[in-house]
């Protein structure tokens, strides 16, 4: 069989045109590269680095997933902050429900608040039993509005989501920091990791070759479209969130309609939010230093240092340079788009 590399040819996946077996053999076709921890390979999926095993669940989420105007997706590129915004989100949404002292924060990592479409809620199950069959979640009795999040790039998103009036809120990291905290989580277990040298997951993060990646075409693809919808596309920068969280977060709650009032500026709910979940305030939860949401991954992997500029204590100043001065010349020219390496 040729490569399957067009996503016409890969939709028909669910179409029922193959056989499960088939599908199988159709998905093992797609080109390969180096994976993460217990996502043994990246494969190539219309354009982007798609951890192998999630491809059947793409797939589904694309062709199943109906958005309604209320929905409200987070979307991000792995390790620019998706675990802070799902806090922030979660809490602005349902603040009339919830205080700092009973928030479902208290007892959830915030990634079982806002769930993976994806990862979680269009799971595959069955293709670690050899079979690409997946489940389609029910959906039907979350209430509104529903807050989901993925990882995947703009152009991938089903065609729902870009036709409806859903909001998506984007959160992007500085390059660097996104490499640093990447190879921290990938190796954070020895026994399963596949990264042994850090320049050579600098080298394929560079030529593309990592989780949801190219980076470039992830951070640009939202970009974009922020810019020609800013009513649709809200595009965040986690070093924006670090340096003045209070005003990010009441840009956030305006964006997904849940705008603060005066009286609760002036009751400092915004800044209890912020404070609530800040890196320091999660962390020291039970909930985020034990615990996993997901098998293969520990609750407190999503807590690190979450600062800007840590890249300096893992890379060369010559490599960082390097980098960022070929990002600014090649991969964000003409873009408007601009990156804080340092806090
Ligand atoms: P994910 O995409 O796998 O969900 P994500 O949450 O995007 O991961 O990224 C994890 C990073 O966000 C970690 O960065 P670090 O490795 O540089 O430390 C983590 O520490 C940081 N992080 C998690 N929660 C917060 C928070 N509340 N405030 C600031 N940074 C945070």
Redesign the pocket.
Known sequence: MNPIQSSVELARINENEFDDQQKVVVLSQLPKTKGFLGLSSLSLYQGFWCPSKIVPNVISFQTHFQAHDQDIILA?K???????LK?LVFSIVNRARYTPSNTPLLISNP?QLVPFLEFTLFADHAIHKNSAAVKVPDLSGIPSPRLFST?IPYPSLPESVKNSKCRIVYICRNPL?VI??SW??GTQDRTRSQWTNMEEYVDKFWKGEAAFGPFWDHVLSYWRESLEKPEKVLFLR?EDM?EDTVAQVKRIAEFVGFRFSDEEESGGVVRQISEM???KS??DLEVNKTGKFMPNFENKS??????VG?WVNHLSASLAKRIISKVNEEKLKGSGLTFKYES
Request: net charge positive.
């Open positions: 991000s792995p390790k620019s902050g998706t675990t802070w806090a990634h990882h920091d640093v905290s921290h989580f986690y670090k979940c800040s890196l999660l962390k999503y807590f690190r240092k979450g600062g840590d």
